[in-house]
């Protein structure tokens, strides 16, 4: 059975507050030791994705039809999302303190998401839980109660965020079924 993190949570999340000046600071000192094995971070993030909701998979035509977890652990596509994927991350923890920057960088990441890619943004809330999960696991010295609540706040204005960009942008699961 697909584990389907907050599904119909996505209509009904409220605006997460800010983060404080020390979760930032948390975030950011956090990342800087995940960051130095980012590749392979990236990789068990999107392989764990993969396994606990299968159906994330359909969006990457590269290596949708790949099966084996040490298949894609050794697919050259998956490992260039996995690089991107952290190195959006990297860009959104590097840039905390610049809430402009920050709103612009996840307003793109909304946009090519919804227009381009036509993911669903459940599958934003499903890969916070995902990352959280792996974090913790791969790093269970670094990721203390304190930092894993800094992460869970900073995944949650993500999601509110691109949930956002999908409305302004007009996005709903109906939208290429109707037209």
Not at 9 to 23: G, V
Not at 141 to 156: H, I, N, Q, R
Request: charged letters at 25%; aromatic letters at 6%.
């Amino acid at each position: 059975m697909e584990r389907m993190q907050g599904d119909g949570e996505m209509d009904h999340l409220e605006q997460p507050s800010p983060l404080t000046d020390r979760e930032k600071v948390i975030i950011q000192d956090s990342w800087a030791k995940v960051f130095q094995t980012c590749d392979d971070v990236g990789v068990a993030i999107l392989i764990r994705l993969f396994v606990s909701c299968p159906s994330s998979k359909q969006y990457f035509s590269q290596f949708k039809h790949i099966d084996k977890v040490e298949e894609l652990e050794r697919s050259t596509q998956l490992r260039n999302h996995a690089r991107r994927v952290m190195n959006s991350i990297n860009t959104l923890v590097g840039n905390l303190h610049n809430s402009d920057k920050v709103a612009s960088v996840l307003k793109l990441l909304g946009k090519a998401h919804a227009l381009r890619h036509k993911v669903d943004p459940l599958y934003f809330k499903v890969l916070s839980g995902v990352i959280l999960e792996v974090l913790g696991e791969e790093f269970p010295e670094v990721v203390t109660p304190e930092v894993g609540a800094a992460w869970t706040k900073l995944l949650a204005i993500l999601c509110s965020s691109i949930k956002a960009t999908y409305e302004e942008v007009g996005w709903t699961k109906l939208s290429s079924s109707t037209e």
